[in-house]
């Protein structure tokens, strides 16, 4: 639909010490805050977003906002994806995204350029749509995110030591708060755990999302069941579990009924799964009080938890469990097909990078391969580093992939949801999990394989809409890492395209920035 109403928002993004857990460090902060602001919508709403870069203090850095999940049909140019879709916002300018909230449920945004995500510019989306399941509070987004006290680059130049090293977490938290038993001069008073209210015998939705960077995280309420309605932006049929799983990037949304009683208080639990991170962690587990309405609270709940959870290696619920409410059919035979291996190996460089088919994604950040395609030359050196596949003409596509490496993957793909047609250990055997609707989401988990027992995951999605669209792991290490590929779709119609002038302002603006200033791509760039 199309309400004819339009949301404007403001974004100012700046470097600043902040102490969200009692720990001070430098942090990337939208308009002051951590995390960044809600937008809100009605499905069919224009989201109207100006974003503008301070990020000066310290090394100046380009900036792009993504809008993860929406699906920008018929404005591929407002993705946010720097050397994708656009140039960088340069520091001391801006752009303002404008698009349709053309999906509804619970969304986020976060930066697009290098790791910024974990310095913190991320915040949720919540678009309004009709529901299919009765509820009678909205707790709106809980983000859930583990936490670094280096800053992002800290991390990326022990990810690109070689061999790499991937740091310990400090940290994980609810809505940008947890406690850390902070002691020494970097300390700062006053955090404090995330709170929420129950009321007894009433059903409440509560809008789980991984706004991580690499973690899964499993998700549980002391004493209550969740039943889950959607997953990303995907309604889907009412099932019941104690634990909802998250890979980075995804979103579950959930009913709790309260069903103790007006003077409880409980907490709600979310654990890194260490048997998938790769890494160790100080606080793993980060928890937030629920207070019923009668509750005190003045005092912490005192509930324990009989959730025992299976680590799955690291894989999302089984597809046959998460069926899409409003059925949609793929394709039976898609037009095109790839099958694309994935692997971590070592560049002339001795750095280790994820290839996809024995390529690798890195951007370059003065030629958004959008506005490259608008010339429609196909033969530009740059397409070498920009793990491109040219979808033609063809209405759909669908890309079979083996993991032989053993670490997961949550897939993402921009422009679409896809249809995820199956996924698990071995070679797929070409059955279809839900044939008649299988599982539509915007990030599937792909499992951990071995070159003796590879994972795979089939995604599926038609090719309507055209632009450029980045299909890459959500796990910030991986991406920097070029796990990252491009579907260029329909691109006789990208030449057709009326993209804005305040695109090529973009790279006029970043042409002058990078021939002054040494712009530092210490990874992928997305
Ligand atoms: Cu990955």
């Not at 509070?137 to 809980?142: A, Q, T």
């Not at 025992?308 to 037009?335: F, H, I, K, M």
Request: a negative charge; glycine letters at 8%.
């Amino acid at each position: 639909p199309d309400t004819g109403v339009t949301r404007h928002y403001n974004f100012t993004v700046m470097r600043d010490i902040t102490a969200p857990d009692g720990y001070r460090k430098s942090a990337m902060l939208i308009n002051g805050q951590f995390p960044g602001p809600t937008i809100e919508a009605n499905w069919g709403d224009t989201i109207s977003v100006t974003v503008n870069n301070m990020i000066t203090a310290g090394t100046e850095e380009g900036l792009a906002m993504h809008w993860h999940g929406i699906t920008q049909k018929g404005t591929p140019w407002e993705d946010g994806v720097p050397g994708v879709t656009q140039c960088p916002i340069v520091p001391r300018s801006s752009f303002t995204y404008t698009f349709q909230a053309d999906q509804y449920g619970t969304g986020w945004y976060h930066s697009h350029y290098s790791a910024q995500l974990t310095d913190g510019v991320f915040g949720p989306v919540i678009v309004h749509g009709p529901n299919h399941a009765n509820y009678d509070y909205d707790l709106g987004p809980i983000m859930i995110s583990e936490y670094h006290h280096h800053d992002y680059w800290s991390n990326l130049v022990e990810i690109f030591s070689r061999p790499p090293v991937i740091p310990n977490v400090n940290n994980n938290l609810i809505n940008g708060r947890g406690i850390y038993n902070c002691s020494g001069t970097d300390c700062s008073p006053g955090a404090s755990l995330s709170r929420f209210s129950f009321r007894s015998g009433k059903v409440h939705r509560l809008r789980l999302l991984n706004t991580g960077s690499n973690a899964n995280q499993k998700i549980s309420i002391d004493g209550h069941t969740m039943t889950v309605i959607a997953n990303d932006f995907i309604p889907v049929k009412p099932y019941n579990t104690d634990v909802v799983t998250l890979g980075a990037g995804q979103r579950t949304d959930v009913l709790v009924k309260a069903t103790g009683s007006p003077r409880d208080a409980y907490w709600m639990r979310s654990s890194i799964d260490m048997d998938c991170l790769n890494s160790t962690a100080t606080y793993p587990t980060v928890t937030a009080a629920i207070y019923y309405e009668d509750a005190d609270p003045s005092t912490w709940p005192n509930t324990t938890s009989t959730v025992v959870w299976q680590s799955n290696n690291c894989a999302s619920d089984p597809l046959n469990q998460t069926v899409p409410y409003y059925p949609l059919t793929p394709p039976g035979t898609p037009s095109t097909t790839e099958t694309i291996e994935i692997n971590l190996a070592q560049n002339a460089t001795g750095h280790y990078l994820f290839y996809m088919n024995n390529a690798t994604f890195r951007a370059n950040y003065n030629a958004p391969l959008l506005l490259l395609d608008r010339t429609g030359n196909f033969s530009d050196p740059y397409y070498a580093n920009a793990n491109a596949y040219n979808s033609g003409a063809n209405s759909s596509v669908r890309l079979v992939f083996n993991n032989i490496y053993p670490m997961h993957h949550p897939l993402h793909v921009h422009g679409h949801n896809f249809w995820v047609l199956a996924e698990g250990r071995g070679t797929w055997d070409g059955v279809v999990v839900n044939p008649a609707n299988p599982q539509r989401r915007d990030t599937q988990m792909m499992q951990a394989g071995t070159p003796e027992n590879p994972a795979y995951v089939v995604l599926e999605w038609e090719l309507d809409n055209p632009g450029v669209w980045p299909l890459h792991c959500h796990m910030s290490y991986h991406v920097s890492m070029g796990l990252s590929l491009n579907i260029i779709e329909q691109p006789e119609k990208i030449q057709q395209l009326k993209i804005p002038a305040s695109l090529a302002k973009t790279c006029h603006e970043w042409a002058v920035f990078s021939g002054q200033e040494f712009v530092n791509e210490i990874d992928s760039g997305v």
